[in-house]
């Protein structure tokens, strides 16, 4: 089976600007979780869609929203962006409800000028 | 909510030696507890896991061990390589798939 994707893998943006990174999950997964990883603060929880819902939230302001498509693809959209969203977000797929493994994808490695 | 710490930051160990690096947790709730292992500029790879519902489990030169009473769990890699060499990230989760990681630990292998 083919892994998770992740697209565009770089990004550069200008503050104020908006993004949408988009993740692809294993074929047949029907979990998408978002990370967003930085040297300061670590791996953080975002959100997670199952089944084109989302079924938890982390602690990030509104400016951090996703959605899941009924192929499974999901999309983070991040607007207005600070300095601070520079960042690796990877998307990880898992296969069921309930807790499962989670598989990350490659990452988009985002910088904000 | 929950809180997961790891220990240590950074560990040098010389080639066939042990590793063990440490997590605990806040969240009593939590029932899965994952290691993710992360070489510079790829992304995290699942190593072994282990549910709630059992004290240990091991694969080949990895294990995990876990207590619930204490609320802590551990990695331990046996006769390191230096392809071991990398930031392992332990993680606990009570929901979903919403995962709480610790902060990283730096493992170096010296041969």
């Known amino acids: 089976k083919a892994g998770v994707t992740q697209t565009p893998r770089y990004l550069i943006k200008t503050r104020g600007q908006q993004v949408t990174l988009s993740c692809s999950p294993i074929?047949?997964?029907?979990?998408v979780s978002w990370y967003q990883q930085t040297p300061g603060q670590g791996l953080q929880f975002l959100f997670e869609y199952f089944s084109e819902t989302q079924r938890n939230k982390g602690n990030f302001p509104g400016r951090f929203s996703g959605r899941q498509f009924s192929n499974s693809r999901s999309e983070m959209n991040v607007s207005t962006l600070e300095l601070g969203d520079s960042a690796l977000y990877l998307c990880?797929?898992?296969?069921?409800?309930?807790?499962?493994?989670?598989?990350f994808g490659p990452g988009t490695r985002l910088t904000v000028l | 909510g929950e809180n997961v710490e790891q220990h240590p930051s950074t560990l040098s160990v010389q080639e066939g030696d042990s590793a063990v690096i440490k997590c605990t947790y806040s969240d009593s709730a939590s029932n899965y507890f994952p290691w993710y292992k992360q070489e510079l500029g790829k992304r995290p790879q699942l190593i072994i896991d282990?549910?709630?519902?059992?004290g240990e489990k091991k694969d080949q030169r990895i294990a995990v061990t876990l207590n619930k009473t204490a609320k802590h769990f551990s990695l331990h890699i046996t006769e390191t390589q230096p392809e071991d060499s990398a930031v392992y990230f332990c993680?606990?989760?009570?929901?979903?798939?919403?995962?709480?990681f610790g902060a990283g630990t730096i493992l170096r292998v010296k041969s």
């Open positions: 282990i549910r709630s519902n059992v």
């Open positions: 990880a797929s898992a296969g069921t409800s309930g807790t499962d493994t989670q598989y």
């Open positions: 074929s047949g997964h029907r979990s």
């Open positions: 993680a606990a989760s009570r929901e979903g798939n919403k995962l709480v």
